[in-house]
């Protein structure tokens, strides 16, 4: 054997009890589990190292059902912020927008769409142009060695639709739905796991019912899932909700809602209605899923906020609308007024706004701080050219306590890993489940928990060796200690890692050894099993 952790109180990932055993790693596969107590005759495993796992609990890697590390994976090969946690696993291509597939055209005008959450990508050779070259892209990265964790793919429908429609509002033609079925089918083909969508992002948010349906027929007959940031996190959200559980359900497809949170004050304490029009789906034969963090706040770029209408067009159209007089104005009436489809059909309070992060420099000291009105806001998104992160502080505690203990619940952190104050669920978002909601809130079980970040999530990727603690599965494990393990991160200092976490394993190799990262780039571009 390579390895034994001896004596470790096995958290398994099914959700059943733990017991202590010993667990034994060769080739990168868990080779043997004895437990305490086993009969006669059956011999401790031994190994060239052994791990004393003595008061330690050993779960499968946790994987992370929402992340934005599209780009941060080959800039980084250190990632700590994700291998820290114990995240061995994380799922990209999030809320319909990202960089394959793409053309040249595409490209340019997604980089500038998204630099709030990845930067704009000019310190990278963005050299791909298909789905299947990005995944060859993460598997080479780093002049050959990999990635710290694995990586797999969504289909994002906004870059598809601004690959074949372009930034218009309006119904694709019928040979213009061709081609994103087309672009939908090829990045499902070369391994992409389903299909994400921003509709409360441009363009992707352009899409009719309809269109979405087809290209979810299109996710399902190669058995992925489509994974909607669905129309409104606030007013409406139900109806939203209701939106995309009817349209799968007519396409055939599986469901998994990303950060499924109930937000902003028209839905304070309205959890258990969302979770009762999942019930009924799911009691009439649905296949849905969903994923939260375990924090209120939000975080998203600042143009995001603005309606529809202002961002027709692509970036540069912003801009321009945002630097005339009147065009400016009737975006705030919209905003403060109407209540912007951008801000979830909810009337901004700028009070809850926090500058996150700014691509300029210039403009560093705008960020912690509060939006004090649209002047502001206006003068920000015109000097830092749309780069602008924030969060937003309109979450309930309770509407996060009461979804994260429903049976398809996963943990997902949607980790923007830019800007100076980033939210601290992109450092935080696993060890702040298991220290805060399992240890000292009692809101889950640990091996309740365990299982909501494993086995659940790698079921839904349709993994069939990942995901729990068995004879003859990946070896992507996580030592840590049920009594001390928390979150460092804050948001203060949302970049602090976590404790209690000594030891992280990708495909049985060490990423996290003591609680050191080491210097392993054992991940892989994870592609989708065959329907």
Known sequence: MDLVFRDAEVVDGSGGPSYRADVAIAGGRIASIVKEGAAAGCQRPTARRVVDAEGLALSPGFIDMHAHS????????????????????????????????????????????????????????????TVGEYLDRLDRAHGGRGIAVNAAYLVPQGTVRMYAVGWEDRPATASELDRMRQLVAEGLEQGAVGMSSGLTYTPGMYAPDAELTELCRVVAAYGGYYCPHHRSYGAGALQAYEEMVALTREAGCALHLAHATMNFGVNEGRAPELLALLDEALGAGADISLDTYPYTPGSTTLVAVLPSWASEGGPEAVLTRLRDEETAERIRHHLEVTGSDGCHGVPVDWDTIEIAGVTDPGLVEHVGRRVDGWATAR????????GTTILQHVGHEENVRTIMRHRVHTGGSDGILQGLKPHPRAYGTFPEYLGRYVRELGVLSLEECVAHLTSRPAARLRLPDRGLVREGYVADLVLFDPETVASGATY??????????????????????????????AGRAIRRSPA
Do not use: C
């Open 379 to 386: 003068r920000l998104l015109l000097d830092d050219r749309l």
């Open 70 to 129: 599209d780009l941060a994976l080959l800039r980084d090969p250190d990632h700590a912020a994700k291998a820290a946690q114990g995240v061995t696993l994380e799922v990209l291509g999030q809320d319909g927008l990202s960089y394959a597939p793409v053309d040249d055209r595409t490209l340019g005008e997604v980089r500038r769409a998204i630099t709030g959450w990845n930067g704009d990508g000019s310190d990278l050779d963005l050299d791909w142009r």
């Open 492 to 521: 203060a200092s949302p970049r602090t890692l976590p404790t209690g976490i000594p030891h992280v394993l990708v495909d049985g190799r060490f990423v996290m050894e003591d609680g050191r990262r080491t210097d392993v780039l």
